[in-house]
């Protein structure tokens, strides 16, 4: 018979929790369920009224992978869920993660948590910018840092803040907070500071998903801002072969970054991180701190910034 615990006054059944997740490091599924409840303070305010997308890896990352919108079956009546619209098939109902219980029921599923750049209160309305910067290898997140500090002075130029954190795959998500403004909007923004910087840095930098353009360099993928795209939510586990996270970092350690290692977080990591630095990524949930999308404008190239230790932000 599976356990059955009490989270804030719920009733959960939790199964398997001795099963190995994790091969490569022994990390069992109870251990996944412990992260997230010791993550979930910051890891819950950022799921917060956004709907979310499951990938679920029940039997671990070398196990059957599905990607899920919809209400899993069975999931119980206090889950709260949104209806979100859809172009072709209709609205469909997904689940939101607003409280402890709810995050618990999710983490026994196994699952990698994405979110889109809206929550339920706006659909489509954005209320952040995303840049994915995938390294296409032999390319690696070093060479995904080079680009992120482009773009950290780009944006700083065009009067927006810029926080990041690692995808806890191979790469780097740089978040920006804005004014709501509609997905087509954001999408279009980053698809021209994506040409502008492939174009300032040809050498290091692609804008197009096109494979045979990818070896070597850095693909910034700006799509994820599409109003039915989503992104790998901060502090989510990852399905790979350790117990990776995405995990928010400082300026300081993308500049200081030589070595991908410097930059992959295992979930063991996070609370020291947190207790550290506190939630890199707070300022994302702070209204006040959005600014508005500057007007649409013919992208540029700009020379590669130089920017010095000084200048750069503070962790």
């Known amino acids: 018979m599976s356990p059955i615990t009490v989270v804030e006054g719920r009733r959960l059944s939790l199964t398997n929790l001795d099963k190995v997740l994790y091969p490569e490091t022994g990390t069992t599924k109870g251990e996944v369920l412990h992260y997230c409840t010791t993550t979930a303070g910051p890891l819950l305010s950022h799921l917060r009224d956004r709907p979310l997308s499951f990938l679920r890896y029940p039997d671990g990352p070398d196990g059957q992978r599905f990607f899920t919108k919809n209400v899993p079956p069975g999931a119980p009546s206090w889950v709260k869920t949104c209806e979100v619209p859809h172009s072709t098939s209709g609205?469909?109902?997904?689940?939101?993660l607003q409280d402890?219980?709810?995050?618990?029921?999710?983490?026994?599923?196994?699952?990698?948590?994405?979110?889109?750049?809206?929550?339920?209160?706006?659909?489509?309305?954005?209320?952040?910018?995303?840049?994915?910067?995938?390294?296409?290898?032999?390319?690696?997140?070093?060479?995904?840092?080079t680009a992120a500090q482009w773009l950290h002075d780009r944006l700083a130029a065009d009067g927006l803040e810029v926080h990041a954190k690692t995808s806890g795959a191979k790469g780097l998500h740089l978040v920006v907070p804005v004014e709501p403004v509609p997905a087509e909007r954001t999408t279009a923004y980053a698809k021209a500071l994506a040409v502008?910087?492939?174009?300032?840095?040809?050498?290091?930098?692609?804008?197009?998903?096109?494979?045979?353009?990818?070896?070597?360099?850095?693909?910034?993928?700006?799509?994820?801002?599409?109003?039915?795209?989503?992104?790998?939510?901060?502090?989510?586990?990852?399905?790979?072969?350790?117990?990776?996270?995405?995990a928010p970092v400082t300026w300081d350690e993308i500049a200081d970054c030589t070595d991908p290692q410097q930059l992959t977080f295992l979930f063991g990591e996070?609370?020291?991180?947190?207790?550290?630095h506190g939630d890199l990524l707070?300022?994302?949930?702070?209204?006040?701190?959005?600014?508005?999308?500057?007007?649409?404008?013919?992208?540029?190239?700009?020379?590669?910034?130089?920017r010095s230790r000084s200048a750069r932000d503070s962790p």
């Open 100 to 145: 402890l219980p709810s995050l618990v029921w999710a983490a026994n599923l196994v699952v990698e948590l994405h979110t889109p750049q809206w929550t339920c209160r706006a659909p489509g309305i954005a209320d952040r910018l995303v840049f994915d910067l995938d390294p296409g290898a032999p390319a690696t997140i070093v060479e995904c840092c």
């Open 91 to 96: 609205p469909t109902r997904q689940v939101l």
């Open 270 to 276: 996070i609370a020291p991180r947190l207790a550290r």
């Open 196 to 246: 502008e910087a492939a174009a300032a840095l040809p050498e290091l930098v692609v804008h197009k998903m096109t494979k045979t353009l990818r070896p070597g360099k850095v693909f910034i993928d700006f799509s994820q801002n599409a109003a039915a795209k989503t992104t790998a939510a901060a502090y989510t586990l990852r399905a790979r072969d350790t117990p990776t996270v995405s």
């Open 282 to 306: 707070a300022p994302l949930l702070d209204p006040d701190r959005a600014r508005p999308l500057p007007a649409a404008r013919p992208s540029r190239a700009r020379a590669t910034p130089q």
